[in-house]
């Protein structure tokens, strides 16, 4: 359950990212707002996952003897990922205007999802609950998407990068593990 809980608290990491962004653009956060921000970003969260374990449930039967590979090459790439976008982003592209409407919130928390099917794929080899996964990662995206909105404005973008960069430590890190445990190292 822990490494379910931390595979969740990094996947939220770019949603947490987005929405201290957004957070940096209101002059008062409103409790709705905050609603919304968690509802999409965590409902997307918890969708996609389970998206990804079902198409690889379809070919896991071709794929089982290098399942290993697959999940740390995901985590790796997706926590690879997670840590050049840190690095990449300025801050003109954080300081759009926020809006919460479903045209402004549905391409941010599908772009936020996608790491979140690459992970549900490494759930069906894993043999990871996938509906329970999906509850925690959805309910921890959308925390952590709310708290962003708040520490956004009050705090500016100051936690943005760690916030991020840290949770694609994580990911690589969680990658290693499964490699290591399946190649019976520890």
């Known amino acids: ?70 999940i740390v090459g995901l985590l790796a790439f997706i926590g690879a990922n997670m840590i050049r976008e840190a690095f990449g982003e300025d ?9 919460f409407d479903w045209r402004h919130m549905l391409p ?14 490494s759930f069906a080899f894993m043999e ?4 329970a996964s999906a509850a925690v990662i959805g309910v921890t995206t959308g925390l952590f998407s709310a708290a962003g909105l708040y520490i956004g404005r009050a705090f500016g973008a100051r936690w943005q990068k760690p916030a991020q960069i840290a949770g694609g430590v994580v990911l690589i890190v969680i990658g290693v593990k499964v490699l290591v445990e399946h190649l019976g190292l520890i």
């Open 1 to 70: 359950m822990l490494q379910i809980l931390l595979i969740a608290v990094s996947v939220s990491m770019d949603a947490f990212a987005v929405a201290v962004g957004k957070g940096l653009t209101v002059r008062r956060v409103r409790a709705l707002d905050a609603l919304k921000t968690a509802l999409w970003f965590g409902g997307f969260q918890a969708l996609f996952p389970i998206l990804g374990f079902f198409t690889a449930s379809l070919f896991s039967r071709y794929v089982t003897a290098i399942d290993h590979w697959i």
């Open 108 to 121: 941010l928390a599908v772009a936020c999802s996608i790491d979140a099917f690459a992970v549900g794929v």
């Open 91 to 99: 801050e003109e592209n954080a300081r759009e205007t926020a809006k």
């Open 128 to 131: 990871a609950h996938v509906w």
